[in-house]
């Protein structure tokens, strides 16, 4: 891959970019929620919540319609390289607001403003790096805003990351030495996980302190990622094969590196699928997307809060590099309770992912809107109201 250290010059021509709507068109993968676009999304992150995949439970849920879990704007466009030639590039952390509820057959469309650099400062796994600003903006088909996605990316010296990976002793061992009847007894734990589904959850019965119920990715695998691909979740570009992938990598040297063992080009991206990409970054093995920790984290909230509530805001951050064959632990804890000045009804909570190693790899918070007993609301009917009323 090619390498670079940071410069005046390469600093300055990034100062210049800011406030940019860059062109995301090579990035896109979905503009309409159809029924496979939302199936594959969610077997892409291994949801299987009946609100996203069972018609006739959509139909008796609030929605009264097949729609898409509020993280479903990622397949339409999740991010991009830009910037930057010769770094190294990982999303560190998204802020995600939701507003509207996605049907099935509305056409979405995004954008991407480049909002700044933090930097250039010291980094503990490089040499020197910059932290850059997104914001993703999604409207529908009537141009109402349907959610917002702010999102950082660290820039690194590569051969600093790679010497430095190099250089101190490898821990963890990897991949993790599982024995199988460890393995079966995860498994046999996702098996058992059940959404709450149309049981109302009132914010009244919820307190400070609850746990919220824990799910499980893992052990992470090749098809994992893959999958993740294949549902649009972050290919940048979006991924292509034989001529075409050979033109894109023409016009666009930095999105490609020639694979040391098939001798064919490969495209950055595939760090998440291929050791050799991986390691070229500094990188032990190969790793999880961002963006897909930040869809597990929407898994736990929505099978948590059942089907009338509202998921109105999410963020985290994604410490550690989830490598293939971990296991994630991801649950919660209610750290508080409010009415908002929107009249809803929150609970705030702070969400962790555990790996076998007792790492939070992705510490994140959530404000959720619950259905309310004395107050007589019910947001996951209001966010409908909201849609159909703009709509109009």
Request: some cysteine; glycine content about 8%; proline content about 6%.
């Amino acid at each position: 891959m090619p390498e670079a250290v940071l410069s005046d010059e390469m600093i300055e021509d990034m100062r210049a970019k800011v406030g940019l709507e860059l062109r995301i068109e090579h990035s896109v993968n979905n503009e309409e929620a159809t029924r496979l676009a939302i199936l594959k999304f969610v077997d892409g992150i291994g949801d299987p919540n009946p609100l996203w995949r069972d018609r006739e439970h959509a139909a008796s849920s609030p929605y009264c319609n097949t729609v898409a879990p509020p993280t479903w704007p990622i397949c339409c466009f999740a991010g991009l390289q830009f910037g930057w030639p010769g770094l190294g590039s990982f999303h560190s952390e998204s802020d995600l607001t939701f507003y509207r509820p996605v049907f099935q057959g509305d056409r979405i469309r995004a954008s991407c403003t480049y909002e700044g650099f933090d930097g250039p400062s010291r980094s503990a796994f490089a040499g020197r790096k910059v932290v850059d600003h997104f914001l993703n903006r999604y409207t529908n088909q009537h141009d109402d805003v349907v959610a917002e996605i702010r999102w950082n990316v660290i820039n690194v010296e590569r051969q600093a990351a790679r010497s430095r990976t190099s250089s101190r002793q490898m821990a963890p061992e990897l991949p993790h030495p599982w024995d199988i009847s460890d393995v079966e007894m995860i498994e046999a734990e996702i098996l058992d996980e059940r959404p709450r589904g149309p049981e109302v959850r009132y914010w009244e019965d919820v307190n400070v302190g609850d746990q919220i119920d824990e799910i499980i990715k893992g052990p992470i695998t090749t098809t994992d990622e893959v999958a993740f691909v294949a549902a649009g979740g972050a290919p940048i570009p979006r991924l292509a094969a034989h001529g075409v992938a050979l033109r894109m990598y023409e016009r666009h040297k930095a999105w490609a590196f020639r694979d040391p063992e098939t001798s064919a080009l490969e495209p950055i991206y595939a760090v998440h699928y291929n050791k050799h990409a991986a390691q070229a970054m500094g990188v032990a093995m190969q790793y999880d997307v961002g963006f897909q920790r930040q869809c597990w984290q929407g898994h736990l909230l929505t099978w948590w809060m059942g089907d009338h509530a509202w998921l109105k805001h999410a963020s985290a951050q994604y410490r550690s590099f989830v490598y293939l064959s971990d296991v994630i632990r991801l649950g919660g804890l209610v750290t508080a309770k409010h009415i908002d000045e929107e009249g809803d009804p929150i609970v705030e909570i702070r969400t962790h992912a555990i790996n076998q190693r007792g790492d939070d790899v992705m510490p994140g918070t959530a404000a959720v809107a619950l259905a309310s007993r004395t107050r007589g609301n019910v947001p996951a009917e209001a966010a409908v109201a909201r849609h159909h009323r703009d709509g109009r």
